[in-house]
């Protein structure tokens, strides 16, 4: 089921939920039962997890405002296995 958004003249906008791809250009507004038009809307990225609403706002502003590296990050140390018979593993 999807949910499509209409506009009533009178009433304002409302939303209608289908299967996908059976809604129609106009229907029935539910309370004044007068013709409504479909309006095409952004879906609801608002819903976004937390992270991925992170990332996209961080991709947003590198477009306009890209962060500067001014110097060569140091190595990173590669960690210790937590636990004495990891580092008996064969290593590739």
């Keep these: 089921m999807a ?3 209409y506009r009533c ?3 304002g ?3 209608v939920r289908l299967p996908i ?4 250009a ?3 507004c539910p309370e004044c039962h007068g013709p409504a038009s479909r309006v095409f809307s952004s879906p609801y990225l608002s819903q976004l997890s937390p992270a991925t609403a992170r990332a996209r706002s961080r991709e947003e502003q590198s ?6 590296v001014t110097s060569v990050p140091s190595p990173r140390r590669r960690q210790q296995p937590p636990h004495p018979a990891l580092q008996r593993l064969p290593r590739p």
């Design 3 to 5: 949910t499509y958004e």
């Design 9 to 11: 003249r009178d009433c």
């Design 13 to 15: 906008r409302f939303e």
């Design 21 to 24: 791809g059976t809604a129609a």
């Design 26 to 28: 106009a229907c029935d």
């Design 63 to 68: 477009r306009e405002a890209p962060e500067v």
